[in-house]
Nanobody, 125 residues
Framework: QVQLVESGGGSVQAGGSLRLSCVAS????????MAWFRQAPGKGREVVATIGRRDGSTYYADSVKGRFTISEENAKNTLYLQMNGLKPEDTAIYYC??????????????????WGQGTQVTVSS
C-alpha cells in the first residue's frame, strides 16, 4: 500500500526554484513528524528539513537554511518543500518521510519508518 507519493522534481538552472509535494494517506499523515531527505549520487541519504505535525516546529539542515521552506496543507494531506536559490550541489533524489514520534532535535534516517519513492531534482550551473 503506497502511503507517500512525491512529485514536483525536475531540472532547473542554478538560482531557480522548485516546489516538491508529498501526498500522504490519511493514516500516514497523522504521523508526529514529517520530513524531506535527499540522496546525491555516491552519497548517503541526508535530512533536508522536518516539521512537527503537532506543533509546527521546523528544522533545516545548515546547507538549505534561508533557501528552502517546509510546509504542510492539512486539508490535502500534503507536505511541501519550496526550494529557492537552487545550487548544483542540491542535485539529488528527494524523499518524503514520516515518523510516528515527535521530531528529534537531531533528525536521522533511522527515525523514519515510512518513505516515498523519491523525485529527482537536477540543478545545472
Amino acid at each position: 500500500q503506497v502511503q507517500l507519493v512525491e512529485s514536483g522534481g525536475g531540472s532547473v538552472q542554478a538560482g531557480g526554484s522548485l516546489r516538491l509535494s508529498c501526498v500522504a494517506s490519511a493514516y500516514t499523515y497523522s504521523s508526529g513528524c514529517m520530513a524531506w531527505f535527499r540522496q546525491a549520487p555516491g552519497k548517503g541519504r541526508e535530512v533536508v528539513a522536518t516539521i512537527g505535525r503537532r506543533d509546527g516546529s521546523t528544522y533545516y539542515a545548515d546547507s538549505v537554511k534561508g533557501r528552502f521552506t517546509i510546509s504542510e496543507e492539512n486539508a490535502k494531506n500534503t507536505l511541501y518543500l519550496q526550494m529557492n536559490g537552487l545550487k548544483p550541489e542540491d542535485t539529488a533524489i528527494y524523499y518524503c518521510a514520516a515518523a510516528w514520534d515527535y521530531c528529534s532535535a537531531a533528525p536521522a534516517q533511522v527515525d523514519f519508518g515510512r518513505w516515498g519513492q523519491g523525485t529527482q531534482v537536477t540543478v545545472s550551473s
